[in-house]
């Protein structure tokens, strides 16, 4: 199926500081969603955005996080500053119009 | 609440068939029924999803019940690449994705 990328893999970084996660989503999709999943959690959606605009957001997306995706490159997720509780794998998924949502492999966030 | 109910977890063999099922008592008539699978350490991975009709790709059978109560996901000749957990979810279209608990299935050799 269509693959949705996520850069890095794993990152490790300490509490308070900013971290910035990449995901690089199927090139003609145009919606973009997070998700985060603790360890052995279930997934739990954070936010999905639309034509340059946050649609919706959970209550998991605190005001520490924002979105962007500047000039059509990667869709970011901002973690700014970082919080122990952060520490989770977050999965970018994206999808044309309205229709199916792809996932990437996430990324592993561990705050120290 | 949850607006599908699924078994925590069901048994298989190889090359079996197996029948996941998942019960949508509440089902609005704008809603799809999706299937997701989850391997540990990876994302999600689209299985397939109907709205009314009973559908069939590569990866598995959808029967959808006439009322649209209930749907079983019907996976044939089971290899061990298929243990998953496995997700049903209702979603309207345009909307996220709300993951429950799903169905782990195990494969034994």
């Known amino acids: 199926g269509p693959k949705v990328l996520q850069i890095p893999s794993h990152q490790i970084i300490d509490m308070g500081q900013m971290v910035t996660l990449n995901c690089d989503p199927v090139s003609n999709h145009l919606y973009f969603y997070w998700y985060k999943q603790i360890l052995g959690q279930q997934m739990e959606f954070l936010v999905n955005?639309?034509?340059?605009?946050?649609?919706?957001k959970s209550k998991l997306f605190k005001d520490q996080f924002s979105v962007e995706r500047p000039d059509g490159s990667y869709f970011t997720l901002k973690i700014q500053p970082t919080a122990l509780e952060d520490s989770a794998v977050y999965f970018c998924a994206s999808s044309l119009e309205e229709n199916t949502l792809y996932f990437g492999a996430g990324t592993r966030l561990s705050v120290l | 609440d949850a607006k599908t109910t699924q078994p925590d977890s069901m048994e298989s063999t190889e090359g079996e068939t197996v029948h996941l099922p998942c019960s949508h008592a509440t089902i609005s008539g704008n809603e799809y029924i999706y299937w997701y699978r989850q391997v540990p350490l990876q994302g999600p991975e689209y299985v397939t999803h109907g709205l009314q009709q009973n559908t069939t790709n590569s990866m598995a059978f959808l029967a959808i019940a006439s009322d649209r109560k209930s749907s079983t996901l019907i996976l044939t000749h089971v290899s061990l690449r298929d243990a998953a957990v496995y997700h049903c979810i209702l979603r309207v279209a345009g909307a996220k994705l709300t993951f429950g608990g799903g169905t782990r299935l195990t494969v034994r050799p």
């Open positions: 955005f639309y034509n340059g605009k946050v649609m919706e």
